[in-house]
């Protein structure tokens, strides 16, 4: 009887760990466009950083990441078994902070050029301090992390909706720890390629495969910073993409209208299918920057207001 219910337990954890293998899965499949941004944004977020402080400041802000996750989780679970309702207008809500930030940095590059063509010195200095400088980098890029992880957290949600509360907690879990692995690992791996490149390219020798890795060395060196203004472009980008994306899927007249020009575009000649899969992305940049120049204009006038 007991070694019945032995492998009757047995199977059940089997069938479980099933269920969870093929849910992280589809997750891990819809969230991989979320999982990009949020790697681009943090490669950005943490750039600028003296070389010897880049590796801490990553793995500050993945702890920070892993502590939002802590909370997404649970408040996820919670607000889908009382309150489903509130999961999209709270989503809207971090996008258009997304938004905000996003214009933020765009405004601030456009009005303060000269901020650009400052040393790190110089930035340490005007911000105050080297540890203030890197505490005021690790919050915003938490900040940013967990709107994205939200939208993870949302998305991987969907998915196991409809499976058994046990399936819905590992999963989330699972997906959870595996993505924040992924991105910071990358990240840190992104931030030290020029120390790889420097190693490679100080190699000894005159060998054939010591010239050629002393060559990709040299190469590393020389990308890297094409590589960290590129992560800083596309990190802009994506927070447009991404908060103009939530928005849009809140706001469904606009996200229907989206997609109906989309499939309109499609119609052309030659280039339609290729640029109705790029349009929606457009529009949804487009609109996140009309709406992270409104808010920006609201709290602007909220703080000139304040201040009288």
Same mark, same amino acid.
């Given at each position: 009887?007991?070694?019945?219910?032995?492998?009757?337990?047995?199977?059940? $954890? %089997?069938?479980? @760990?099933?269920? =969870? !293998?093929?849910? *992280?899965?589809?997750?891990?499949?819809? /969230?991989?466009? +979320?999982?990009?941004?949020?790697?681009?944004?943090?490669?950005?977020?943490?750039?600028?950083?003296?070389?010897?402080?880049?590796?801490?400041?990553?793995?500050?802000?993945?702890?920070?990441?892993?502590?939002?996750?802590?909370?997404?989780?649970?408040?996820?679970?919670?607000?889908?078994?009382?309150?489903?309702?509130?999961?999209?207008?709270?989503?809207?809500?971090?996008?258009?902070?997304?938004?905000?930030?996003?214009?933020?940095?765009?405004?601030?590059?456009?009005?303060?050029?000269?901020?650009?063509?400052?040393?790190?010195?110089?930035?340490?200095?005007?911000?105050?301090?080297?540890?203030?400088?890197?505490?005021?980098?690790?919050?915003?890029?938490?900040?940013?992390?967990?709107?994205?992880?939200?939208?993870? $957290? %949302?998305?991987? @949600?969907?998915? =196991? !909706?409809?499976? *058994?509360?046990?399936?819905?907690?590992? /999963?989330?879990? +699972?997906?959870?720890?595996?993505?924040?692995?992924?991105?910071?690992?990358?990240?840190?791996?992104?931030?030290?390629?020029?120390?790889?490149?420097?190693?490679?390219?100080?190699?000894?020798?005159?060998?054939?495969?010591?010239?050629?890795?002393?060559?990709?060395?040299?190469?590393?060196?020389?990308?890297?910073?094409?590589?960290?203004?590129?992560?800083?472009?596309?990190?802009?980008?994506?927070?447009?993409?991404?908060?103009?994306?939530?928005?849009?899927?809140?706001?469904?007249?606009?996200?229907?209208?989206?997609?109906?020009?989309?499939?309109?575009?499609?119609?052309?000649?030659?280039?339609?299918?290729?640029?109705?899969?790029?349009?929606?992305?457009?529009?949804?940049?487009?609109?996140?920057?009309?709406?992270?120049?409104?808010?920006? @204009?609201?709290?602007?006038?909220?703080?000139?207001?304040?201040?009288?």
């Amino acid at each position: 009887m007991a070694g019945a219910s032995l492998l009757t337990l047995l199977d059940d $954890i %089997a069938a479980i @760990l099933d269920d =969870v !293998a093929l849910m *992280s899965k589809v997750a891990a499949r819809k /969230t991989a466009g +979320v999982l990009g941004d949020d790697l681009a944004l943090n490669a950005q977020q943490v750039s600028g950083v003296n070389a010897d402080r880049e590796l801490p400041v990553v793995w500050a802000v993945a702890k920070g990441s892993l502590r939002n996750k802590c909370v997404l989780v649970p408040a996820a679970l919670l607000i889908s078994a009382f309150i489903p309702w509130a999961v999209t207008p709270l989503l809207m809500l971090g996008g258009l902070f997304l938004c905000y930030e996003g214009f933020e940095k765009l405004y601030h590059s456009m009005v303060h050029k000269q901020q650009e063509e400052m040393s790190h010195a110089e930035l340490v200095e005007a911000v105050g301090d080297l540890k203030a400088f890197e505490k005021e980098k690790v919050a915003g890029a938490i900040r940013t992390d967990f709107v994205l992880s939200a939208e993870i $957290i %949302a998305i991987t @949600l969907g998915v =196991v !909706a409809e499976s *058994s509360f046990l399936t819905q907690v590992v /999963t989330l879990s +699972v997906i959870a720890v595996l993505m924040t692995i992924g991105v910071y690992g990358l990240v840190a791996g992104i931030v030290k390629l020029d120390d790889a490149g420097l190693y490679l390219s100080q190699r000894q020798g005159q060998g054939g495969l010591t010239r050629f890795w002393r060559w990709i060395g040299g190469g590393l060196v020389n990308a890297a910073p094409y590589l960290m203004r590129g992560l800083t472009l596309v990190g802009t980008i994506a927070m447009f993409m991404v908060g103009g994306g939530i928005l849009t899927h809140g706001i469904h007249i606009i996200g229907e209208q989206f997609n109906l020009w989309a499939s309109l575009v499609a119609q052309w000649i030659v280039i339609g299918p290729f640029l109705s899969m790029l349009t929606p992305s457009l529009l949804n940049s487009l609109f996140g920057v009309i709406a992270g120049a409104i808010v920006l @204009l609201l709290m602007s006038l909220i703080g000139k207001l304040g201040l009288k």
